[in-house]
């Protein structure tokens, strides 16, 4: 979800968000940016918009690798084990 508020001087965006899996990750974004136009006297249009944002979040991992259980001689059977 995201929010504009726009005017004369500058514009200003935040949103934010959420990213569902096994675990749960938040974002945030915060900005701002103002529109230059200068129209040409053929009639031509220059639109520049310099702009500055902000990006964060969250980024849960989790480490996962196979585990091969031996029993004396016996070959044994691999596991999936994971760990944050």
């Known amino acids: 979800m995201s929010f504009s508020w726009l005017n004369k001087v500058i514009n200003i965006t935040a949103g934010g ?3 569902f899996s ?3 990750d938040f974002g945030l974004t915060g900005g701002i940016d103002h529109i230059i136009r200068h129209q040409f006297v053929d009639n031509s249009v220059l ?3 310099p702009s500055a944002y902000v990006y964060a979040g969250t980024q849960q991992f989790t480490n996962s690798y196979y585990k091969k259980s031996n029993f004396l001689l016996f070959p044994g059977v691999e596991q999936s084990v994971s760990q944050k």
């Open 22 to 24: 096994d675990k749960i």
């Open 47 to 49: 639109v520049i918009d």
């Open 17 to 19: 968000d959420v990213k």
